[in-house]
């Protein structure tokens, strides 16, 4: 499946793979997104964790809102 799933989302909501960075997923995660993918997905802040090239000390101060914003975003390119 080329799509990943968003575990805090409410429906789930499954994003594509070719929005995000494979290195940086390896980098974070220690783990490919297909990785990832199999174990669950990814929650909204390691989305923006992941496009925006944050470190992971940042996930604490990431506004819950703001990474369902992106991730509602990136649903619906992932649509077309």
């Known amino acids: 499946m080329n799509k990943i799933a968003i575990t805090d989302s409410k429906p789930r909501v499954?994003?594509?793979k070719s929005l995000l960075s494979e290195e940086w997923a390896l980098k974070i995660h220690g783990q490919t997104l297909d990785s990832l993918a199999e174990r669950g997905g990814l929650s909204s802040e390691d989305?923006?964790?992941?496009?925006d090239r944050l470190s992971i000390d940042h996930a604490s101060?990431?506004?819950?809102f703001y990474a369902m914003n992106i991730v509602d975003k990136l649903a619906r390119q992932?649509?077309?």
């Open 14 to 16: 499954f994003i594509s």
């Open 47 to 51: 989305v923006v964790i992941n496009i």
């Open 78 to 80: 992932s649509r077309v």
């Open 61 to 64: 101060s990431i506004d819950k």
